[in-house]
């Protein structure tokens, strides 16, 4: 899947803001946030969607339970949204799998303010995140 972004992330190939990987699972910032904090966790294989198989959401639950909870404890998230797209109607742009993690907070709830004010950059994010 040399053609695949996420695969070619996972492989090294392209840089990311990696803030957690098991063997199962890799976890990333997105490059556009909704929020600050919000993340990408993708599984290691590539498979299109996460409706592939009956195993996709489950490989990657204890991935996305281990960054709500960096996400709690970094960044002060009191509240999330778990979302990930399934085709293109959906809206899915890169066909690997793909769990949006949405960090959210009291002072912006709700659906409605999914996309969030963006307050640092992508590197205070991520220098919060991954600091021994």
């Given at each position: ?8 992330i996972?492989?090294?190939?392209i840089?990311?803001k990696?803030?957690?990987?098991d063997?199962r699972a ?8 909704w929020?600050?904090g ?13 409706l592939?198989d ?12 281990a960054?709500s909870?960096?996400?709690?404890t970094?960044?002060?998230?009191t ?5 990930t797209?399934v085709?293109?109607?959906s ?5 690997h ?12 709830p709700g659906i ?18 991954t600091?021994?």
């Amino acid at each position: 899947m040399s053609e695949c972004l996420f695969c070619r992330i996972v492989a090294g190939e392209i840089p990311s803001k990696q803030v957690y990987a098991d063997d199962r699972a890799y976890a990333f910032l997105d490059i556009e946030p909704w929020q600050e904090g919000h993340t990408l966790v993708i599984p290691r294989r590539h498979v299109d969607h996460a409706l592939v198989d009956e195993d996709v959401l489950a490989e990657l639950a204890p991935s996305v339970l281990a960054v709500s909870a960096l996400l709690r404890t970094r960044l002060g998230a009191t509240g999330f949204n778990i979302l990930t797209n399934v085709g293109a109607d959906s809206g899915q742009e890169v066909f690997h799998a793909h769990i949006h993690v949405l960090p959210r907070h009291a002072d912006s709830p709700g659906i409605r303010n999914i996309r969030g004010a963006i307050h640092r950059d992508l590197d205070e994010v991520y220098a919060l995140l991954t600091a021994e």
